[in-house]
């Protein structure tokens, strides 16, 4: 099954397909402590990336949507990702079942509004392509994000444990009413 990933651009960013080109980088991204630091505590090994940069390309191909990688566009440099997945993470029908939405930045361009530019022309893709539910799994303190995702239309739909740490999990039934 061959999947032709879209390209998007928004104001300042390029959501695109991760290249080869573009590991070594998001490599460096998900060694930082800071960046892993509500996503699953610890820094990836260089194979560890290996292994989810190879996820990411494969889910476009299996599912028709994924992560995209987050480029500048003023010197093409790729700062995150974002996008949607399956993870089946084991907690429970209201969540498991639905593709699960996720960004990730780089330290040095947060802040800036990136995080939601990114975000944003994802949701807005995956609303035009595949309506539906989808749902989000964000620390218990990270507020940051906790913010975007309502900002996204996300709700709290509960409380839970995962990998020994409080999380939230969100759902969005729908976009929110952008009047």
Not at 23 to 39: K, Q
Request: proline share 6%; glycine share 10%; hydrophobic share 40%.
């Amino acid at each position: 099954m061959i999947r032709t990933i879209p390209m998007i651009n928004t104001a300042r960013l390029t959501l695109c397909a991760m290249r080869p080109e573009d590991f070594t980088r998001y490599a460096e991204i998900w060694s930082n402590p800071c960046v892993v630091r509500h996503i699953g505590k610890e820094p990836r090994s260089r194979s560890e990336a290996w292994d989810a940069f190879l996820r990411n390309a494969g889910h476009w191909q299996m599912t028709g949507f994924g992560q995209w990688a987050v480029l500048q566009q003023s010197d093409r440099q790729m700062i995150g990702q974002a996008g949607f997945f399956y993870t089946h993470r084991a907690l429970g029908e209201d969540f498991d079942q639905f593709p699960e939405a996720g960004w990730v930045l780089a330290p040095e361009v947060q802040g800036q509004g990136l995080g939601y530019e990114a975000a944003q022309a994802a949701h807005d893709w995956f609303d035009r392509i595949m309506p539906g539910p989808l749902v989000a799994l964000v620390d218990g303190e990270n507020t940051a994000s906790q913010r975007l995702a309502g900002k996204l239309g996300y709700h709290l739909l509960r409380e839970a444990e995962y990998g020994g740490s409080p999380v939230h999990l969100f759902r969005r039934d729908r976009p929110p009413d952008r009047r």
